[in-house]
């Protein structure tokens, strides 16, 4: 079973998907997965590449909570063209 969600921090818009594993060496847990990344760039969505490694906790809030993390620590070496 999988979600995926709109979030965004600062100048960046994200999809995120959050999969639960019901099987598996992750079951009973989720994983959070980076999609489609854009900033916001002279008033304009504009598509952006960020590799992030998928984040895993014992819930969906944790394994969010891990890859909003990730994002806020890869923006300040990242900003977006003004």
């Known amino acids: 079973m999988s ?3 709109l ?3 600062g100048e960046y ?6 999969t ?18 854009r900033s916001l760039e002279a008033g304009r969505l504009v598509s952006v590449e ?4 998928d ?4 819930t969906a809030d944790e394994a969010g909570r891990s890859l909003d993390a990730a ?4 923006q300040p070496e ?4 003004r």
Do not use: F, Q
């Open 3 to 5: 979600d995926t969600h």
């Open 7 to 9: 979030k965004r921090n």
């Open 13 to 18: 818009v994200y999809d995120v998907t959050l």
């Open 20 to 37: 639960k594993h019901e099987a598996g060496p992750l079951s009973c847990g989720y994983s959070a997965s980076l999609g489609l990344v």
């Open 50 to 53: 960020m590799k992030i490694s």
């Open 55 to 58: 984040t895993y906790g014992p």
């Open 71 to 74: 994002v806020e620590m890869w």
């Open 78 to 81: 990242h900003p977006p063209i």
